[in-house]
């Protein structure tokens, strides 16, 4: 089955360190938006997409890796901790967003040289191509999928959980909700808040949502975020304290709305907000995460947030001090590694730290 030809309606994801970094353990850093960019289109625009999937013929996936001059700039590798379980079969499903390219990429290698069954849930068919072809030929598996997923896109949400429910009947036992974006430079406005936070927070969310009933009991939930977005970001005490109050998802809406007003109203100084859009939408995303862990607690269903560090992909212009196999590492770890017991929790470098 062929997948529809997609059109690029979503500017590349970009992300430009510059001063006024704080250091985290691994040189993860704060960022600054800068008026570059791209124009700003998170909504309204035409799409025809459809989710539909593949399994890519050998020829097919090497010809379209060749087509896409498919860089070789990622890296995978994961070194399973000596003692602990090896609780995965070739059963055990993993659906990776964003996995075209960058950490994402480097994740969903490392899901398939375990012997899990990958899906390559990519907005491009052929970026998702060539990101399968290499995952395939780099790690000798041959089950991973391809589906096309844009986050930001409600219809596209909805058309990859039809295709999940059709095509992974017996559900989903990992989802890595990798996919984001930043601007690079300085841009800062409305339209940019509103993209910024339909993809990094609205489109994890409704992923989330959208796949509830299909990730497994016990069940494994990583939402890659930032240490742009901890909550230390907030200076204004009232502000900060709606986050670390908020006890549902609505509260979190509410919260990232109000960040899009005020920058539109031009109060979002006075009413707190920090100027960085790429940061307030992480810490949405990380305080969905906090919540999203409660609702699935029952299930049993281990939910983590986590940076993966100053990585060195597009997003950073290459400038990361990690190789992707390192970005991914700590990703990894989650899905694959941690006690179900410790969900609800934000980690880097594979620790546990608060929100
Ligand atoms: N790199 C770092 O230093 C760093 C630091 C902290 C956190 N992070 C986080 O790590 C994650 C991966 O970043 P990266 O550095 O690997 O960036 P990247 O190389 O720019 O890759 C981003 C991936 O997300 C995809 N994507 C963007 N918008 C999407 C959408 N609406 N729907 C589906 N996929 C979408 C991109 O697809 P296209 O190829 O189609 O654009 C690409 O596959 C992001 O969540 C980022 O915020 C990165």
């Not at 990859?160 to 800062?188: C, E, M, R, T």
């Not at 959208?210 to 990730?215: G, K, R």
């Amino acid at each position: 089955m062929m997948m529809h030809a997609l059109s690029t309606r979503i500017p590349p994801s970009i992300y430009t360190p510059s001063q006024g970094f704080h250091k985290c353990s691994f040189a993860c850093r704060v960022l600054r938006q800068s008026p570059l960019a791209v124009p700003a289109r998170a909504e309204g625009i035409e799409s025809h997409r459809r989710s539909q999937v593949l399994r890519t013929t050998a020829l097919g996936t090497l010809l379209s890796a060749f087509h896409m001059g498919s860089s070789k700039a990622e890296t995978f590798g994961f070194d399973i901790p000596a003692g602990s379980e090896k609780w995965w079969t070739p059963e055990t499903t993993a659906v990776v967003t964003g996995a075209n390219k960058g950490i994402g990429w480097a994740i969903a290698a490392n899901m398939a040289a375990q012997g899990i069954r990958t899906v390559v849930a990519a907005r491009d068919e052929g970026r998702g191509k060539a990101a399968v072809a290499r995952i395939q030929q780099e790690t000798g598996s041959k089950d991973v999928l391809l589906a096309q997923l844009d986050i930001s896109d409600g219809n596209s949400v909805s058309a990859f959980a039809n295709w999940s429910q059709q095509h992974l009947p017996k559900g989903i036992d990992i989802l890595v909700n990798n996919a984001g974006v930043a601007y690079k430079g300085n841009a800062f406005g409305p339209d940019e808040a509103q993209f910024t936070l339909s993809t990094n927070f609205w489109g994890t969310k409704a992923l989330c949502e959208a796949l509830n009933s299909q990730i497994k009991d016990g069940g494994r939930v990583v939402n890659v975020c930032s240490v742009a977005g901890k909550l230390r970001i907030i200076k204004d005490q009232a502000l900060q304290q709606r986050f670390e109050t908020a006890s549902s998802p609505g509260d979190v809406e509410t919260l990232a709305k109000k960040f899009v007003d005020d920058v539109r109203a031009g109060r979002h100084s006075q009413e707190g907000w920090p100027n960085s859009m790429y940061g307030v939408s992480k810490l949405c995303e990380s305080t969905y995460t906090r919540i999203l862990a409660k609702q699935l607690q029952p299930r049993r269903v281990t939910v983590s947030a986590c940076c993966p560090g100053y990585v060195s992909t597009d997003m950073s212009s290459h400038r990361g001090v990690k190789t992707t196999a390192e970005g991914a590492d700590t990703p990894t770890f989650l899905a694959l590694v941690l006690p179900a017991e410790q969900t609800g929790q934000w980690w880097t470098d594979r620790q546990s730290q608060g929100f």
